[in-house]
Antibody
Framework: QVQLVESGGGVVQPGRSLRLSCAAS????????MYWVRQAPGKRLEWVAV????????YYADSVKGRFAISRDISKNTVYLQMNSLRAEDTAVYYC????????????WGQGTLVTVSS | QSMLTQPPSVSGAPGQRVTISCTGS?????????VHWYQKLPGAAPKLLIY???NRPSGVPDRFSGSKSGTSASLAITGLQTEDEADYYC????????????FGGGTKLTVL
């Protein structure tokens, strides 16, 4: 069965960096675009970044553009989110999700990892 | 970016029917992009409930159904069960600015 397991969250000071990982299993990782979606406390879900199956295309939400970078390692079936210059407003549970196809949805999600940006 | 609007909460008794609305605009639902619905239980990963406006993934009971018209969509749940108590989110794609995936604010379903 499809499994997505996030890791790497924690407490970090403003301005510092953190890298999240999402280990995928149960499907052909090479064939799917992958996403990061976050949810700040009391807020709606927010799409953060997407990477195409062949890593040729990467897109970011305006709120993280220039600070976050998404990547993938097909040898490890893992997608990453490098987060730099972190701000208090980046505090959220970060989920990775698998592309659901041409309808632009997310068909499987991980359990999430909590990132807290605080001094 | 444009957002989708949902009621903060709905409630119903076991066995009843409830609907959750999702209102968008001409840059997302009204532009023809599909609407999808997710169920989120406390501490759990979001689960795809309805995709492509009306379709259920395998394993989702037929008590859950989706519809779309114009710039709005709805999720209907019939025969409410206590385990349906969760947060429900609609999602679509928006072509304003540089394009992005957008979510509703979520609706808390309480089964009385």
């Amino acid at each position: 069965q499809v499994q997505l397991v996030e890791s790497g969250g924690g407490v970090v000071q403003p301005g510092r960096s953190l890298r999240l990982s999402c280990a995928a299993s149960g499907f052909n990782f090479n064939s799917y675009a992958m996403y990061w979606v976050r949810q700040a406390p009391g807020k709606r879900l927010e799409w953060v970044a997407v990477i195409s199956s062949d890593e040729s295309n990467k897109y970011y939400a305006d709120s993280v553009k220039g600070r976050f970078a998404i990547s993938r390692d097909i040898s490890k079936n893992t997608v990453y989110l490098q987060m730099n210059s972190l701000r208090a407003e980046d505090t959220a549970v970060y989920y990775c999700a698998r592309d659901g196809g041409w309808m632009k949805n997310f068909d499987y999600w991980g359990q999430g990892t909590l990132v807290t940006v605080s001094s | 970016q444009s957002m989708l609007t949902q009621p903060p909460s709905v409630s119903g008794a076991p066995g009843q029917r409830v609907t959750i609305s999702c209102t968008g605009s001409s840059s997302n639902i009204g532009a023809g992009f599909h609407v999808h619905w997710y169920q989120k239980l406390p501490g759990a990963a979001p689960k795809l409930l309805i995709y492509g406006d009306t379709n259920r993934p395998s394993g989702v009971p037929d008590r859950f159904s989706g519809s779309k018209s114009g710039t709005s969509a709805s999720l209907a749940i019939t025969g409410l069960q206590t385990e349906d108590e969760a947060d429900y989110y609609c999602q679509s794609y928006d072509i304003s600015l540089s394009g992005s995936w957008v979510f509703g604010g979520g609706t808390k379903l309480t089964v009385l």
